[in-house]
């Protein structure tokens, strides 16, 4: 075979148009075993992933903050939590951490710009007296209505990706397929 584009690109076709024969070769019930043995995968590695999750985590837990947070003054951690106000002028905030207990915390350095219901993210060494000296704050939502915003948005991006892909492609039922749209009279 020639070096080159063409017959590098006639080469794929040909290995291309071979793979897609076999898979229209397939009938439903191999379809079907393939589907399952993947989607048993998918949740072993789930069930295995919670059963170590705590296992890869070097900061405490909420939960342990909850249950001794004198022990862990002076570690590092990364906190969740819900803006319930800010002090500006002294760069402090007080949050909500959610949870099953949930508990307020005083941010030092906080210096984000969030509204009371907002959301954020912050990194830094726990200090005495429920407090978190922040290294890093990051904004998930500035306000509470924001999460609506990326929700809408986010729902409108998926409907275009759908409308797009089903303009080139539709379902070949026969077979339990995606053909492009014009193959086999669709």
Known sequence: MPIGGTGIRSHL?????????????????????????????VVGAGIHHDAREESHRSQPTDDELVANYE?????????????EGVDASGETATIRVEGPE????????????????????????????????????????????AR????????????????AFFREWRIDWSTLAFVPRGEDGG
């Open 13 to 41: 076709s040909q290995q291309l148009g071979m793979a897609l024969e076999q898979v229209r070769s397939m009938n439903g019930w191999h379809r079907g075993a393939i589907v399952l043995v993947v989607l048993l995968l």
């Open 71 to 83: 022990r862990h003054v002076g570690e590092r951690t990364l906190l969740f939590g819900t803006v």
């Open 102 to 145: 949930p508990f307020r915390m005083q941010v030092r350095g906080f210096d984000a710009d969030v509204v009371p219901g907002g959301a954020v993210q912050i990194y830094g060494t726990l200090r005495p007296g429920h407090a978190i000296e922040a290294e890093n704050v990051v904004v998930v939502n500035r306000s509470p209505g």
């Open 148 to 163: 609506y915003y990326k929700y809408a948005t986010s729902a409108v991006g998926a409907f275009v990706i759908l409308v």
